[in-house]
C-alpha cells in the first residue's frame, strides 16, 4: 500500500537558485530568476550542452549564496529530459562531488527531492537537488525539427528552459522537508504526446486521493502541482469534485499548476509549460519565498509526469503519468 | 479507480480543438497566394523564351531556394505558424522540413548525422510519393494498352 513516509528527522532547504532562458525572462517570475540567457546556450555550442550547463549554473549560485564550496558538497541528484539523462552527467561532471542520475519526466524534481532527502536522512553532508530542461532539445527529440514550420496542437505544452537546485541538509533552517510520497505509474489512456496535461492529470489525482487519506487539507495552504497545464488542472478539479466529497472544495482552492504559473499572462503557450526545469524553477521562484516570508507554512510539492518517449508513442503505446510528492513546511 | 472509457471521454471534453474556422481559410488563402504567385512566375519565366515544363521547374526550384533560405534564417517557422498548410503542403513546406533536419543534424557529423538525418521528415513523403507514383503509372498504362485513356 502506498502511503506517506514520514522523516524520523526532517531535512532542510539550505538554498536554492534557478536559471531560464529567453521566454522565462519575459515571465512575471523573471525577477527572481538568478540568472536569465537570452541566447537560450549559455556559453554552450549547443542547446543540448546548455542544458547540463543550466543545472551546473543552478547549482553553483545555490552553493555561492551559502558560502559552501564545491569540496563540501556530498552529492548531487540530478535529471534532464535527454536521452539517457545525459545533460547532467555533462553539465555536472566538474564537482566531483557523488552523483545519481534520475528520469522522472517533468516530474524529477519531486523524484529528485524525495531520493536526495532519504539518501541524507541516512547519514550527513550537504546533497544539491537540480533539474534542467530545455526546449530546443525536447523539440529536436520528441517533437519536429527546431526549424520546421508546423502549428502547435492547442493542447500542446511548451518545455521550459530553465533549471532549478536546492541544498539539502540536516543542520536546521527555515524550510524543512518532512514527508515523502514516491508516485504511482498510472495508465494516462491517452497516445496523444501533445496532451502531456491528459496523460498526467490521473496519476496526479491518484497522489492527491492517496495523500489526503492520511491527512487533512485544512492543514495546508498550498498544494502546487507539476506541470498539468490547463487541461490536466481542468480534469484533476473534476475528478477530485466527482470523487473526493466535501474536502474537494479546500482541496481545489489549494491548488496552483506550476505550468500554469510560469507562463501565467503570455499569450501563444497553448496548455502552459511543461519540463522538468518548469516545477524545479516555480518551486525555487514562487513557492519557496513564500514559504520564507511566511507566507504559508505547509505545501504538498507534486511535480507530474509523462513517462514514454518518442518511440513509445509511434508504436501506439499509452503514456503512463507519475506524481511522487514531498511535504515542505516552514520549521519555525 | 477511473476506467479507460470514461477517462478517454473525459479528455475529449476537456481538450480544446484546432479552430478551424481560423486555420482553414488563412490556409487557403496563403496556399493560394503561394501558387499565384507561382503561376505569374512562371509567366515571367515564359515571356523569357522558356519551354513551359522548364518554366514551371524553374519555379519550384525557385521556391525550393526561397523556402529553404527562410529556414536557415529562422523565418520559416514564424510564418508557418500562420499559413499552416499554406506553406506545409506546397513544395515549400518539403523544402523546410529538408532543410530544418539537416540544421538540427549538422552537429552530429556530415555522414552519420546530416547524411542519415535529412530525410527523417521528409523520407515518408518521398517514399509513398514514389510508390503512388509507379502505382497510378501501372494503372495508366493498362488503362492505355485497353484504348480506355
Redesign the interface.
Known amino acids: 500500500m502506498r502511503e506517506p513516509i514520514y522523516l524520523r528527522e526532517p531535512i532542510y532547504i539550505k538554498s536554492s537558485a534557478a536559471v531560464g532562458g529567453k521566454r522565462e525572462g519575459m515571465t512575471s517570475l523573471k525577477t527572481g530568476f538568478d540568472l536569465i540567457d537570452k541566447t537560450d546556450l549559455f556559453s554552450m555550442?549547443?542547446f543540448e550542452r546548455a542544458e547540463g550547463e543550466m543545472a551546473r549554473l543552478a547549482v553553483n549560485i545555490a552553493l555561492k549564496k551559502c558560502g559552501v564550496s564545491h569540496e563540501e558538497l556530498s552529492f548531487i541528484v540530478s535529471g534532464d529530459l535527454q536521452n539517457q539523462c545525459v545533460a547532467s552527467s555533462a553539465g555536472l561532471f566538474s564537482f566531483g562531488a557523488g552523483y545519481i542520475g534520475l528520469y522522472g519526466a517533468c516530474s524529477t524534481f519531486t523524484e529528485g527531492l524525495i531520493v536526495g532527502s532519504s539518501l541524507l536522512s541516512l547519514g550527513r553532508g550537504l546533497c544539491a537537488v537540480a533539474t534542467s530542461s530545455h526546449n530546443c532539445t525536447a523539440e529536436?527529440q520528441f517533437r519536429?525539427?527546431?526549424?520546421?514550420?508546423?502549428?502547435?496542437?492547442?493542447?500542446s505544452q511548451w518545455t521550459a528552459t530553465a533549471s532549478g537546485a536546492v541544498i539539502l541538509t540536516r543542520d536546521k533552517c527555515d524550510v524543512m522537508i518532512s514527508a515523502l510520497m514516491p508516485g504511482k505509474i498510472v495508465?494516462g489512456?491517452?497516445k496523444d504526446k501533445t496532451?502531456m496535461g491528459?496523460a498526467m492529470a490521473?496519476s496526479a489525482?491518484?497522489t492527491v486521493r492517496t495523500f489526503f487519506e492520511w491527512e487533512s487539507p485544512d492543514e495546508y495552504d498550498l498544494i502546487l502541482t507539476g506541470d498539468l497545464g490547463k487541461?490536466g488542472t481542468?480534469?484533476l478539479y473534476?475528478?477530485i469534485s466527482e470523487n473526493m466529497g466535501s474536502r474537494a472544495e479546500k482541496i481545489i482552492s489549494l491548488h496552483r499548476d506550476c505550468g500554469n504559473l510560469l507562463y501565467e499572462g503570455m499569450s501563444d503557450m497553448h496548455a502552459g509549460a511543461s519540463g522538468c526545469g518548469c516545477s524545479a524553477s516555480v518551486f525555487v521562484l514562487d513557492a519557496l519565498p513564500r514559504l520564507k516570508s511566511g507566507e504559508i507554512r505547509k505545501m504538498l510539492l507534486m511535480s507530474t509526469g509523462a513517462l514514454m518517449s518518442a518511440g513509445s508513442v509511434n508504436q501506439g503505446e499509452h503514456i503512463f503519468g507519475i506524481t511522487p510528492l514531498v511535504k515542505i513546511e516552514l520549521s519555525r | 479507480?477511473?476506467n479507460?472509457k470514461t477517462?478517454?471521454e473525459?479528455?475529449k471534453r476537456?481538450?480544446?480543438?484546432?479552430?478551424l474556422k481560423k486555420?482553414l481559410p488563412t490556409a487557403f488563402l496563403t496556399g493560394g497566394a503561394l501558387c499565384a504567385l507561382g503561376e505569374l512566375m512562371a509567366g515571367a519565366v515564359r515571356k523569357m523564351g522558356v519551354e513551359r515544363a522548364d518554366a514551371y521547374l524553374t519555379v519550384t526550384v525557385t521556391v525550393i531556394f526561397i523556402a529553404s533560405l527562410l529556414?536557415?534564417l529562422?523565418m520559416?517557422?514564424k510564418?508557418?505558424?500562420y499559413?499552416?498548410a499554406g506553406?506545409?503542403v506546397p513544395v515549400s513546406?518539403f523544402a523546410?522540413?529538408v532543410?530544418?533536419?539537416a540544421?538540427?543534424t549538422r552537429?552530429e557529423g556530415l555522414v552519420l548525422g546530416l547524411g542519415a538525418g535529412v530525410f527523417?521528415?521528409a523520407g515518408p513523403v518521398i517514399l509513398y510519393a514514389v510508390l503512388s507514383g509507379t502505382l497510378f503509372g501501372i494503372i495508366y498504362y493498362i488503362l492505355k494498352m485497353l484504348g480506355v485513356a
Open positions: 555550442p549547443s529536436r519536429a525539427p527546431l526549424e520546421y514550420g508546423g502549428q502547435r496542437s492547442p493542447s495508465d489512456y491517452t496532451n491528459a490521473l489525482y491518484d487541461i481542468s480534469l473534476e475528478l | 479507480m477511473e479507460s477517462y478517454k473525459r479528455i476537456h481538450t480544446p480543438k484546432t479552430n486555420t529556414t536557415a529562422g520559416f517557422d510564418l508557418a505558424k499559413a499552416g506553406l506545409s513546406g523546410n522540413s532543410t530544418s533536419s540544421l538540427d552537429r527523417t521528415v
